[in-house]
Structures are given as C-alpha cells and as structure tokens.
C-alpha cells in the first residue's frame, strides 16, 4: 500500500479544518494524537474506490457495502464456470454487492 497525493491532501486537508474550528470556536488546540488520528482517518478514507474499478483477475480485495449496516470482507472476482453451475460476480461472505474496495495491506514483515 502505497501514500498517494490524493491520501495526502485529504489528510491536510482535515487537520486545516481542524485548526480553522478551533480559531472559530476558541476551543483548546488538539493534541498530536488527535491530528494523527483525523489525518489518518480521512488519509485512509481516500483509498475507497468504487467497485467498478477493482481488478477482475482473481485477486483479493478489501470491499464494502452498506445496507442497514456496514459490509467490510475479503472479496475475489469470480469468472462463471458452467461445470459448477456458478455466476459471474463478486465473491465474498455476505448476499449483497460490495459498492467499494481497497487493496489489500501488505502482509507484516517476518521476523528474524
């Protein structure tokens, strides 16, 4: 998983809001923590990407979908196979479409 441009300013552009309520609303500033926290979140939030641009070629995929609650899986495309009887689509836990996917992380590094 690489940091984008896009990743980067969606980030910037939420601690910037950060601080312009603050000076709006004399609030006291937000620690380091609570930057990192909003900059990561609205970082990560820019990795969505409609589902219709994820890869068709077997390969896994964190996806989403939202209904009367949050959908969050690991998600594969699937060719139709006529000897098995299966369909062309998403396949992945849950009787809904995803909507959304993101790569997945990398794996943790091995240690030693």
Same mark, same amino acid.
């Given at each position: 998983?690489?940091? $984008?441009?896009?990743?980067?300013? @969606?980030?910037? /552009? +939420?601690?910037?809001?950060?601080?312009?309520?603050?000076?709006? $609303? %004399?609030?006291?500033?937000?620690? #380091? !923590?609570?930057?990192? @926290?909003?900059?990561?979140? +609205?970082?990560?939030?820019?990795?969505?990407?409609?589902? =219709?641009?994820?890869? /068709?070629?077997?390969?896994?995929?964190?996806?989403?979908? +939202?209904? #009367?609650?949050?959908? #969050? %899986?690991?998600?594969?495309?699937? !060719?139709?196979? !006529?000897?098995? %009887? =299966?369909?062309?689509?998403?396949?992945?836990?849950?009787?809904?479409?995803? $909507?959304?996917?993101? &790569?997945?992380?990398?794996? &943790?590094?091995? !240690? %030693?």
């Amino acid at each position: 998983m690489q940091v $984008t441009d896009e990743m980067v300013a @969606k980030a910037a /552009k +939420a601690m910037k809001q950060q601080r312009r309520n603050e000076i709006e $609303t %004399g609030l006291c500033r937000a620690t #380091y !923590e609570d930057m990192a @926290k909003l900059a990561l979140t +609205a970082a990560l939030g820019a990795m969505w990407r409609p589902i =219709s641009e994820a890869p /068709k070629d077997g390969s896994s995929i964190l996806a989403f979908a +939202a209904a #009367y609650r949050d959908y #969050y %899986g690991v998600a594969q495309w699937a !060719e139709a196979d !006529e000897d098995i %009887g =299966s369909v062309e689509g998403w396949f992945w836990p849950f009787a809904i479409r995803p $909507t959304h996917f993101m &790569p997945l992380p990398s794996p &943790p590094a091995q !240690e %030693g």
